[in-house]
């Protein structure tokens, strides 16, 4: 069941990777610092990829930490291409779903080779989801949906960042059938964050 406090605890984990992103900037001097991440240019190369933390809070289900991976494809200093893999499993009452996201995104930088630059992000994914649910019921559905959202970025030097993001996912229902093995379904959009540290080449 979801408490009243679920909304705050949402703003408290945003509000956490925006300050561990900035944080993790202000180690050396802060002016200095300061100056640093938002006039100095520094090169995102052709491609990075890394790994990841995601946090999903579906609207139907429970909601966790999980894994993952991104890898993303500069095409200029504004726009980016990102492809990603996570794990996920969410229980919806007496229904377990095992999901296995592929996102393709779009970013859009709106500080263009600058060390520390906020970006749009957008696209679709396809869900690979294993759903067990009582008496035996099991079933693997593919779902598709969308996603949008934002997220900021640090160059920490030329071939490390690190960066967060927060994304709204719309996305097809799970379905399930309840003990007496009538068919129910299950709101599976919700909000996802990640957190990853990337490798540039």
């Given amino acids: 069941m979801k408490v009243s406090g679920k909304g705050l605890k949402k703003v408290s984990w945003l509000g956490t990777v925006s300050a561990l992103v900035f944080g993790f900037s202000m ?3 802060p002016v200095a610092a300061a100056d640093s991440i938002f006039s100095q240019k520094i090169s995102k190369g052709d491609f990075s990829i890394g790994g990841r ?6 609207i139907g289900g429970d909601d966790s930490w999980y894994g993952g991976a991104q890898a993303r494809w500069y095409l200029n200093d ?11 499993k969410n229980d919806y009452g007496s229904t377990t779903a095992k999901t296995f996201p592929l996102q393709l995104s779009g970013l859009v930088y709106l500080l263009p080779g600058k060390r520390l630059s906020p970006y749009l992000i ?9 759903v067990d649910g009582p008496n035996n019921y099991s079933d693997a559905q593919q779902r598709f ?5 934002a997220g900021l970025q640090l160059m920490v030097n030329q071939n490390w960042s690190i960066d967060g993001s927060y994304r709204w996912v719309w996305l097809e229902r799970i379905h399930s059938k309840d003990q007496s093995g009538n068919s129910v379904s299950f709101h599976d959009e919700g909000h996802m964050v990640t957190i990853g540290l990337n490798y540039h080449f």
């Fill in 27 to 29: 180690v050396h001097s």
């Fill in 53 to 58: 933390a995601m946090y999903y809070d579906p």
């Fill in 78 to 88: 504004v726009f980016a291409l990102e492809g990603s893999m996570d794990y996920r």
């Fill in 122 to 130: 957008g696209g679709g994914g396809w869900y690979y989801t294993d």
């Fill in 145 to 149: 949906g969308l996603h949008g959202g």
